[in-house]
């Protein structure tokens, strides 16, 4: 069944990276385009990046450009979120999944604080 494994998240403090990795299973990955989310308390999950499924065109949240990267390597069904010059506001659940799908995976917890 459609399975996405992500991992990579942490504690970090403000300034710092972190790369995150979606390893997704199910389903022919070259076919999708793929999508980060990110989910704080009491908040809908937001859109954060978005990859097509080549890998030549992408798409990012206002808040988060020019600090985050979407990458992926079909060869490996992996989708990666590189993210730099991290904030406390960055501080969320982040997931990956493809858009049209319904199923999410468990998510990788990022804490951004001193």
């Known amino acids: 069944q459609v399975q996405f494994v992500e991992s990579g998240g942490g504690l970090v403090q403000p300034g710092g990276s972190l790369r995150l990795s979606c390893a997704a299973s199910?389903?022919?990955?070259?076919?999708?385009?793929m999508a980060w989310y990110r989910q704080t308390p009491g908040k809908e999950r937001e859109l954060v990046a978005s990859?097509?499924?080549?890998?030549?065109?992408?798409d990012y949240k206002d808040s988060v450009k020019g600090r985050f990267t979407v990458s992926r390597d079909n060869s490996k069904n992996t989708v990666y979120l590189q993210m730099n010059s991290l904030k406390p506001e960055d501080t969320a659940v982040y997931y990956c999944?493809?858009?049209?799908?319904?199923?999410w995976g468990q998510g990788t917890q990022v804490t951004v604080s001193s």
């Open positions: 999944k493809v858009p049209q799908f319904a199923h």
């Open positions: 199910g389903f022919t990955f070259i076919n999708y385009a």
């Open positions: 990859i097509s499924r080549a890998g030549r065109l992408t």
